[in-house]
């Protein structure tokens, strides 16, 4: 049975509030400390769902069928449950901010800031309309900028924790190392058709 993408997007939103739950009771009850928790935990949510949506053509082009070319036609409702997601974890960012007056340092406020509205835009003009009211290259301009920047801060964030939790860095870099590899792969395979195709 397929699951609609409303259904998904709302699946995915509840289970990333259960996750920061989760989070304050692991973390110190209704505490700074399991804000701080709530956070880090729906950031980890929220980071593998990205990678699924970011390389769905990847993983088409390179290994057609299956569960990739599933996830190709799916890609629209995973990228959208990964703004879902987001959404859950800025939930307890604002908590950490605003009710615990938590001070984050500036740059993370304002790239965090680009980031959020990077995948508003994504998620506004994740449909057919958008396409053809922006134009086909300008909408792909906007979608390969704003994943490079989410991609630039779950990177950031993972290569910050290398020597405080290697354990969970170290696995998290590998999979955006594959990723990265993946993408330039099915690039340079589009690319390899196209000139054959000229």
């Not at 506004?124 to 390969?144: E, F, Q």
């Amino acid at each position: 049975m397929k699951i609609s993408t409303p259904a998904m997007v709302a699946a995915t939103f509840v289970a990333g509030l259960a996750v920061g739950a989760l989070g304050f009771a692991t973390g110190g009850g209704w505490t700074l400390d399991g804000a701080l928790m709530a956070t880090r935990l729906t950031a980890r949510f929220a980071f593998p769902i990205f990678l699924l949506a970011w390389t769905a053509s990847a993983w088409a082009t390179l290994v057609p069928g299956g569960w990739r070319t599933a996830l190709l036609r799916r890609r629209r409702a995973v990228g959208l449950s990964f703004a879902a997601a987001h959404g859950a974890h800025l939930v307890f960012i604002l908590i950490t901010l605003r009710i615990f007056g938590h001070e984050a340092p500036m740059i993370t406020v304002y790239a965090g800031g680009f980031v959020y509205l990077m995948v508003a835009a994504m998620a506004a003009t994740s449909h057919d309309a958008a396409v053809r009211w922006l134009g086909r290259s300008r909408w792909k301009a906007l979608h390969t900028v704003g994943g490079l920047a989410i991609l630039l801060v779950f990177t950031n964030s993972y290569v910050g924790r290398l020597k405080s939790m290697p354990m969970l860095a170290i696995p998290a870099l590998g999979l955006i190392l594959l990723a990265i590899g993946v993408k330039l792969a099915a690039w340079r395979s589009r690319r390899g058709r196209a000139v054959q195709a000229a």
